[in-house]
Nanobody, 122 residues
Framework: QVQLVESGGGLVQAGGPLRLPCAAS????????MGWYRQAPGKQREFVAS???????NHADSVKGRFTISRDNARGTVSLRMNTLRPEDTAVYYC????????????????WGQGTQVTVSS
């Protein structure tokens, strides 16, 4: 089991920066991938960024060059550094952790934080 707690959300002006930290607890050394998703009002949850245990990152096209994900495996933390924020970045941001098990069969388990609101004013 993995528990995730996000923080760092808030109100920011367009063009400004914001950092979202997320702390994992429980079986943190079983976590394979950590990432961030977001959900704007009236829209489906969408992928923002992810990072593997080995440090391989993936960012959605909409945030490339503006957002950077980083991770501390030993501490079980992941952070999303957001620069040049836009009003369309307004959403609830969710921290995600993925655990893969291989015995008796390959299975994927997703864990989610409670979400933190990011509001970007124009």
């Amino acid at each position: 089991q993995v528990q995730l707690v996000e923080s760092g959300g808030g109100l920011v002006q367009a063009g400004g920066p914001l950092r979202l930290p997320c702390a994992a607890s429980g079986s943190i050394f079983n976590i394979n991938i950590m990432g961030w998703y977001r959900q704007a009002p009236g829209k489906q949850r969408e992928f923002v960024a992810s990072i593997t245990t080995g440090g391989v990152t993936n960012h959605a096209d909409s945030v490339k060059g503006r957002f950077t994900i980083s991770r501390d495996n030993a501490r079980g933390t992941v952070s999303l550094r957001m620069n040049t924020l836009r009003p369309e970045d307004t959403a609830v941001y969710y921290c995600n952790a993925v655990v893969f098990t291989v015995t008796p069969e390959l299975k994927r388990y997703d864990y989610w934080g409670q979400g933190t609101q990011v509001t970007v004013s124009s």
